[in-house]
Every structure is written in structure tokens, then in C-alpha cells.
């Protein structure tokens, strides 16, 4: 047997091709969830300390240019490396063996953090769920256990088809993405095309008692752009949107043809930049700048405490189509499940990259013979999500509980963009880098660990708005030290039972 394979579990992964162009974009613009943002942001700017200048339009603008130096990493990084576990591969061999248990610490609360997040966003579909039923006409009320119950159930069926087949887990992503995009697309369009005084007569069905349009526009006396303002909102999108270009990375080895894997990250960053960006400018024309920003900050109005105003909502009952607010109302429900059907497939590829290596026991990269897809990894997916959403929905109430372990994650794109500059001056036999690509590779990765390490002042000096409490540090930082345990314990055993020392992995790119 070739060296190059002997410490993996076998000489290919067995994971077949079946991501074609679309696919691949999709699981990026799924993994950027801009109709979770959308419907979201009211929840972070009640928690600001001040919203005087908060335009969201700018604050998008500003994010974005923030998350380019990680587009070109990642589309540079995906061209050379294209292996299951995407950046996973990328840090380990650029830390190598000797930091392959930083390596491991590092993934491990990454992926402990990214299952933080579906189990955020389970809740999420189920309380969005709650919000759009009254106004279709239909009295319910979701109790805790309700919209635990029924997070916990969207997430079970999508990995229950992951497992059935990876192209239906595929195709189901890209179906509900789809879906998303065209009824986001259509929300733009009405909110832009509705004239302004029956928008205003609208929206008034969405207020609780004692307010008005010109109550709540009223209420807010500030400038229309701040700076400062915008640098206090960049963790929101940090949350959401600009820095989550993992997924197609992610699944690189399973993505047909040079273009979608060349282009899926480039492609879906734009998408998400103008959608997400002309949401926001859709929302201040046709209800004021002023009116959005006091509405959406008002726990009493935005959804958080009492009201039904965000940008979902509103763009079901401002046409007064009963065809459209449903289509509309669905599709936002419908991002929701597009984030939980990308995540069943991305965090697998990690759990199962860490088996190839030998670090993760090698039932996780077991494939299925009936099935073809790695069916325990999928099951150790859902045990470990159902648990986060249980203890964020009883133990905190709220969906924003788990907001503070983003940090790990923004820590982890830090030291990739690190390890891009390592990869720049390393030299493996098995491939080849330009020199073109070594100088790109090591100015944007300096670049993408300096927006990272700002991006994480911001969220520990402001806890209180960024979810720091000691459920979510506990989890990342508990997931850290687990990782770095069971790299420790895996080497340890490998070396004693089988004579394979593990870390040599970290010294050679993976099969595919």
C-alpha cells in the first residue's frame, strides 16, 4: 500500500459526485441564510444600545466588503484542495502534525457551534411559523414544547432523507433554496411595487394596540447613517450571512465539473449580498427609514415580546392577495428548512472527514451498502442538534440563547485565514500552487484573520447583545477541549493497538 494511504480508513471516501452547478451555489446561499437575516434583525437591534443611524442597506454594504478577503481564500483554497471537510483539510495540513490537536480543538467547537446554530434556527422556523399563521387566517399559538417539538421534527425529516440518499438530501436543499430565493424575490417586488399609503394602511393589522405608523415612525429621531453604528452591527452579520462559505468547501469532493467547484462561492456571496441588501432597501421604501428602524427595534412590535413586524410579515399583508401572502409565507418558513437541509449535509462531511483521518472513530465514515451515505454520522447529527434545541428552547426561552458560540466559529475562520498564508509557502508533492495563488493566498488570508480577530472583539465586548452567557461559552469552549481530548486519546490508541500514528495525516492531502 501507497504511504499516502496508510493512515487513512481506505484509499478513497466512496462519496460519489452528485452536486452539479446549482447544487453547489445553493448550499452556499442556504448557508448564508439571508431570509433567516431578514427576519431576525428586529431581535438584534432591540438588544443595541442605540439605533440612532442603523441603516441596514449600508450596514450590508459594509459587512460584505468586510467578507472579501475569505471569497478569495476559500475560491482559491477550493480550486487546489477540493476534499470532503473542505477548511477542515486546508488547517490541518497547514497546522501539521504537531498542532494537529489545535486543529482537532478548533474543528471540533466549529461543528459543535454550527449544530448550536440549526438548533437556533429549528426554533426559529417554528416561531416564524407561528408568526405568519394568524395572519393566514389561522388561530394557533406554539407553546415552548410545541416549537421545540416541532424544530426538533423539521431537522429529523431532512437528515431522515439524508440518509435515504445523499442526492435527495441534495436535491431537497436546492429545492427548498429555490423555493426561498423565488418567494424572497417576490416579497422585494411587492415591497417595492405596493404604493405607499396602502403599505402604511396595511401594516397597521401587524401592530398591537396603542400603535400607529405615525406613533412608532415618530418615535425615532435620529440620522440616517452612522458609522459607529454599523461597526456595532457587523457580529449580526457575522451570525447570519457573510463569513458562512464553508459548505461548498465543505462537500468540494462531491461537486461535479470545474466550474461549479471554481465558482459555487463567488456565485452564492453575490446572490447573497444583492438579495439580502435589497431586502432591507425594499423595507425603508415602501414604509420610511424612520418607521422600519423604531418598528423593528421595539420589542413590543417586532415579534420579540408582542407585535408581528418584520420583513416577512409585512410583505404578506401589505398586497392584499391571499395567493401571495401564502406563497410568501411559506418560502420564509421555507429558509429556515433550507439552512436545516444544508447543515444535515455539511456537518456530516466534517464528522466523516474526521473519521478518514482516523481522529473520530471510523464508524463515522462508514458509508451504508444499501443506502451509500455515512447513516451514523447522520443519526449522531440529530442526537447531538435535538439536545441544543431542547436546552436553548426550556432552559433560555429565546432562539438568540446560542448567539454567543459564534465566537469559536469566527475564531476558527481566523486561523484558516492563518493557515492560507502557511499553505502559501508550503510544498506538497500532490499538488501545485501558482505563484499568483501563493501571493493572493497570503495577502487576503492576512486580511481575513484581521476582519476575524475585530470580528471577535465585537462579539466578547458586547455579551449582552451577542448572546453571552454560559450556556453558549460553555458549550464552545467544553467542545474545544473535547476536540483536543479525543485527538489526544485517538493517536494514543491508533499508535498502541495498530502501530498508525494519526498525526501523520496532517502531513498529506486526503484521497478523494
Known sequence: MDREYQVFVRES?????????????????????IGAALASIGFTLAALPTVAGANLVYASLIAALFAIPQVIVYSTLIRYIPRVGGDYVWLGRALGPRLAWLTNGLIFGFIIESLAYYALIALAAA?????????????????????????????AVIVLTNILSTKYGIKLMTALTALSLLGLIVAIIVLFTTPKAQAISAISSLLPAGYTYSKIAGSYTGPYFSMNTMLMLLPFFAIYVYPWLNAGPAIASEIRG?????????????????????????????????????????????????????????????????LLSWFIGISSVAWYLAVLAYGAIVVVRYWFALAFDRVWPSLFAYLSPRFGTPIYAHLFDLVITAALVAAAGFLYSTFTALYGAVVEAIIYYMVVGIA??????????????????????????????????????????????WGGNWLAYGVELSAVALGMIVYLVSRHVNLRRYGIDISVAYAEIPPE
Open 13 to 33: 471516501t466512496g462519496l460519489v459526485k452528485e452536486a452539479g452547478f446549482w447544487d453547489a451555489v445553493s448550499i452556499n446561499i442556504a448557508n448564508m441564510s
Open 127 to 155: 416561531s416564524q411559523l407561528g408568526l405568519i399563521l394568524p395572519i393566514l387566517g389561522i388561530n394557533a399559538s406554539l407553546s415552548t414544547i410545541e416549537e421545540v417539538a416541532l424544530g426538533i421534527g423539521f431537522f
Open 258 to 322: 470545474r466550474n461549479a467547484l471554481h465558482w459555487n462561492i463567488p456565485i452564492a456571496f453575490l446572490f447573497s449580498l444583492l438579495f439580502l441588501t435589497l431586502g432591507f432597501e425594499a423595507l425603508y421604501y415602501s414604509l420610511g427609514f424612520n418607521f422600519v428602524t423604531a418598528a423593528l427595534s421595539n420589542p413590543n412590535v417586532n415579534g420579540l415580546v408582542g407585535g408581528y413586524v418584520n420583513f416577512w410579515t409585512i410583505a404578506m399583508v401589505i398586497p392584499h392577495n391571499t
Open 420 to 465: 492560507a498564508i502557511i499553505i502559501a509557502t508550503l510544498r506538497y508533492a500532490s499538488f501545485s500552487i501558482s505563484n499568483r495563488s501563493r501571493i493572493i493566498l497570503t495577502i487576503f488570508g492576512a486580511l481575513m484573520a484581521g476582519v476575524m480577530a475585530y470580528l471577535t472583539y465585537e462579539f466578547l465586548a458586547y455579551p449582552q447583545i
